[in-house]
């Protein structure tokens, strides 16, 4: 194949093939990859110098689970009482108030498909956290949970959806996605609900208006064919988002991360590399043409691995995340804080900026005044 005309496709905004992104990912040089991808980036983004971060927290709903996710070793099963919990209202007040302390304005709440937790359930928690914390924003549930809580509570996703919007919720997660292929989902994660379902879930967040976010969790059993049929699903679903909708506002592929989990105790273990990294990275920059940001997962692959991100296509960094406990338990060991996130970014080149979920600049004199100054020095 002749990969300058495919970068030349690429460069001047068309969508290249399923066939043609494979074969670059799999045999282009990664120096020249990554060179394409950045050439998007700057095109792609207002500003190019600028690379975006945030401050939210991870709150886990519940650890109770009955999909079993063979990459998991967070959930626990109904029956597991001296594990199981479901957070209360005065864990959210604690965990909200700190928050807000340290300048975050968002909650990423995610649980897992718990069989007792119906739509009754997150109308009532949504709409006390939203009275008692209206300036917090709901990043909530993905799309496994939504269909879940819709097959549970008798109803469709859409009402579901619709339902949870009036309660409160702002966004929609990209969590659930892994690798939006049948065969693989069978094999890591088969109860769960299936690749359609994922879809179909998302189309109905974008027909009402809601911002998404899109994931990507590789490195496990899937193949780089796979890697690449994920990304082109995603960009045929943001295709298909209503013109003056938001649709994927940001897509944030992550590695797997095996300690403890019941894929590595079948042999399949972390196969990590930078280049590797790199180079999806890159691939997704150049297929996803029409999502605007891709984010560098700092908590997966480490600061240097993201700094290098930044110039192969990632114009994101992420959020600090005050807390987070899925990935963390299966091995990550990073972290950050506001001021660490933004040596990182200006060690790498760039200029900081606070954001918030839709990509905004956030008002810093707006924030508490010992955060300002962590910020702003």
Excluded at 97 to 121: A, S, T, V
Excluded at 127 to 133: H, N, S
Excluded at 314 to 331: K, T
Aim: glycine residues 8%.
């Amino acid at each position: 194949m002749d990969f300058d005309t495919v970068y030349h496709k690429a460069l001047s905004g068309e969508a290249v093939s399923q066939s043609e992104a494979l074969a670059l990912y799999m045999h282009a040089p990664t120096a020249e990859l990554s060179w394409v991808a950045d050439s998007l980036r700057r095109m792609s983004v207002p500003d190019p110098e600028v690379v975006t971060w945030q401050i939210d927290r991870n709150v886990n709903i519940t650890n109770v689970c009955i999909s079993g996710c063979r990459f998991c070793n967070f959930h626990c099963k109904p029956h597991q009482t001296d594990r199981a919990f479901v957070t209360t209202m005065d864990q959210y007040r604690e965990k909200i108030e700190e928050m807000l302390r340290r300048g975050g304005d968002q909650l990423l709440l995610q649980g897992g498909l718990h069989p007792k937790l119906d739509i009754g359930y997150y109308e009532s928690l949504f709409r006390e956290l939203k009275r008692e914390f209206p300036q917090v924003r709901l990043h909530a549930l993905g799309a496994p949970e939504v269909a879940h809580i819709a097959r549970i509570s008798g109803l469709g996703v859409e009402q579901t959806l619709a339902r949870l919007v009036d309660a409160g919720l702002d966004s929609l997660p990209g969590a659930g996605a892994e690798i939006l292929s049948e065969r693989v989902r069978k094999a890591i994660s088969p109860a769960k609900p299936d690749v359609e379902s994922w879809i179909e879930t998302m189309a109905a967040a974008h027909q009402m208006g809601l911002a998404t976010s899109a994931t990507m969790m590789y490195g496990h059993v899937e193949t780089p064919a796979e890697r690449i049929e994920h990304l082109i699903r995603i960009r045929d679903l943001q295709e298909r988002c209503p013109a003056d909708k938001p649709g994927f506002l940001a897509f944030i592929p992550w590695i797997f991360r095996s300690s403890g989990t019941e894929l590595e105790s079948r042999g399949v273990g972390t196969d990590f590399s930078a280049t590797g990294y790199i180079r999806i990275i890159a691939i997704s920059r150049i297929v996803l043409n029409n999502i605007r940001n891709i984010q560098a997962s700092w908590l997966t692959v480490g600061r240097d691995v993201a700094q290098l991100a930044l110039h192969c296509g990632a114009n994101d960094m992420g959020s600090i995340m005050i807390e987070e406990n899925v990935v963390s338990s299966a091995g990550a060991a990073n972290s950050f804080d506001a001021q660490g996130i933004q040596l990182a970014i200006r060690a790498a080149g760039f200029t900081p900026r606070l954001r918030d979920q839709l990509y905004n600049y956030r008002d810093i004199s707006t924030l508490p005044e010992g955060v300002q100054k962590e910020i702003l020095q």
